[in-house]
T-cell receptor
């Protein structure tokens, strides 16, 4: 199993440009998450999904959009990039099975994004 | 609201012990612990659930005080490989009919991190 994969690894955008960060998992996990991590800080939840077709906002959703058409893929869209979106973006997934509900998250390698 | 971790940084010699604390003001369903090395993704260490269940690595131990909404991670006989930043992630309990009990689909709020450095 590849686990959680993310592309690209690095990207530089100009202010106002748009892009899609790709995330895929091959563990048949129900739950998927997008986080951003600013230098020296903890992770902040942007969006999450509990299954195909179901997404919801996290802590810092402004400036981002998501979709989830399949169990495996959970792309994150940045519209009109701003310098404040310079960060490292991590995608994660978890499986929710029978009780007790362990939601340990498996993280992808991250995408380092710079907006100039 | 972000959980508060303490201390912010710890420096150890190999073989020494350390405790990292995580405190939340919310009713919690679970507490997760992750370790992140520089330039890498966070890696799961331990999860503690409301009610006493837990899952994690054999060499890592942790506690969860449900009344105080606090968790502590215990690192014993530290090794060089323990160096990194430790994050707690808290999952708020979902309310059903006024009772705080269910999972919130694994939505985590992470603390600011504790930097652990182990020297030979």
């Amino acid at each position: 199993n590849a686990g959680v994969t993310q592309t690209p690894k690095f990207r530089i955008l100009k202010i106002g440009q748009s892009m899609t960060l790709q995330c895929a998992q091959d563990m048949n996990h129900n739950y998927m998450y997008w986080y951003r991590q600013d230098p020296g800080m903890g992770l902040k939840l942007i969006y999450y999904s509990v299954g195909a077709g179901i997404t919801d906002k996290g802590e810092v959703p402004n400036g981002y959009n998501v979709s989830r058409s399949t169990t495996e893929d959970f792309p994150l869209r940045l519209e009109l990039a701003a310098p404040s979106q310079t960060s490292v973006y991590f995608c994660a997934s978890s499986y929710s099975g029978q009780r007790p509900t362990y939601n340990e998250q498996f993280f992808g390698p991250g995408t380092r994004l710079t907006v100039l | 609201q972000q959980p508060v971790q303490s201390p912010q940084a710890v420096i150890l010699r190999e073989g020494e012990d350390a405790v990292i604390n995580c405190s939340s003001s919310k009713a919690l369903y679970s507490v997760h612990w992750y370790r992140q090395k520089h330039g890498e993704a966070p890696v799961f260490l331990m999860i503690l659930l409301k009610g006493g269940e837990q899952k994690g690595h054999e060499k890592i131990s942790a506690s969860f005080n449900e009344k105080k909404q606090q968790s502590s991670l215990y690192l014993t006989a530290s090794q060089l490989s323990y160096s990194g930043t430790y994050f707690c992630g808290t999952e708020n309990a979902r309310y059903w009919a006024g009772y705080a009990g269910g999972t919130s689909y694994g939505k985590l709020t992470f603390g600011q991190g504790t930097i652990l450095t182990v020297h030979p």
